[in-house]
């Protein structure tokens, strides 16, 4: 596929700790990590789609002047954000895996009517849902 | 006080989150200012004013709207008795659920059931969780308040008749 959504950015309030927590804990992989001065180009992808990219920006100069960049981290910090999703093949077993490495689950695997859903936020505040499909 | 939420630290904001996080996956049990003051790691009278400052509304008032919305969706998605829904989305009795869910929404719970259910159920494609926020009330006044007023639909638009 050629045409389509390539990248998604997210805000995070510390790029080595949001890369920690992508890498480490969610098991995604560094796709590109490049610098120019103060700014970060940073893009994570997950294992099994390699035609798309997480970037994880950290909100700040030169693109945010210093009182958007508080705002935006304001916002991030309080969840706010709109919300993410993960799907996983079992829910269960993945929440158990990654409460294991330390990640903030903010609801436990839920059956709904088939599907299996969990809750998790990242260090800085996004909200994610790991959901598992009907079988 | 009118105070730029912008201007609270991030992180302090992101310990409150943790707070509203915990009454969100257990809205049913009992979240005295205490026991959330000390998730977030702030002093009681802090934690009070900062969660209003950041989300707006004060801390029990947000849980309340959290449990409207869990027994909304238990009216909706399950057959339980209305007792037993009362209970289980943090009420402990009848006649609070009931009057509570009166003043906040305009309905009764057995209305709410009835409307629910009367309407086709064609959302499957959104998360579960998302469905059931957007019947979260919008309570920009307290409850007690709002007894005192007309009722006229809680976010505005809606008239009741």
């Known amino acids: 596929m050629s045409q389509g959504v390539a990248m998604v950015g997210l805000y995070v309030r510390d790029q080595d700790e949001a890369l920690a927590f992508y890498v480490e804990k969610l098991g995604f992989r560094v796709h590109t990590d490049v610098r120019n001065g103060e700014y970060r180009w940073l893009t994570v992808q997950h294992p099994d789609q390699p035609s798309f990219q997480l970037g994880l920006f950290a909100p700040g100069p030169p693109v945010l002047d210093a009182g958007t960049a508080q705002t935006v981290r304001a916002i991030v910090a309080k969840g706010a954000m709109p919300p993410l999703v993960l799907n996983v093949d079992d829910c269960r077993a993945a929440y158990e895996q990654l409460r294991a490495r330390g990640v903030e689950f903010t609801q436990e695997p839920m059956d709904r009517y088939g599907t299996v859903d969990a809750g998790f936020r990242d260090p800085s505040g996004n909200g994610w849902k790991m959901i598992q499909a009907r079988r | ?161």
């Open chain 2, 1 to 161: 006080m009118r105070v730029d939420p912008a201007s609270q630290d991030p992180e302090l904001l992101r310990r409150l989150l943790r707070a509203k996080d915990r009454m969100d996956a257990s809205s049913h049990e009992a979240w005295s200012v205490r026991r959330l003051a000390r998730v977030s790691g702030v002093s009681e009278a802090h934690f009070a004013r900062s969660f209003k400052q950041a989300f707006g509304i004060p801390p029990h008032r947000y849980l309340l709207t959290r449990r409207i919305e869990r027994a909304t969706a238990l009216l909706r998605d399950t057959d339980l008795p209305i007792t037993e829904i009362a209970f289980q989305a943090g009420w402990g009795s009848l006649g609070t659920f009931g009057r509570t869910v009166r003043d906040v929404t305009g309905e009764s719970p057995g209305a709410i059931r009835a409307r629910q259910w009367a309407t086709a159920r064609e959302l499957g494609c959104v998360p579960a969780c998302c469905i059931s926020a957007a019947s979260r009330p919008h309570l920009t006044i307290a409850v007690s308040e709002k007894r005192r007023r007309v009722p006229s639909g809680i976010n505005g638009s809606e008239e009741v008749k």
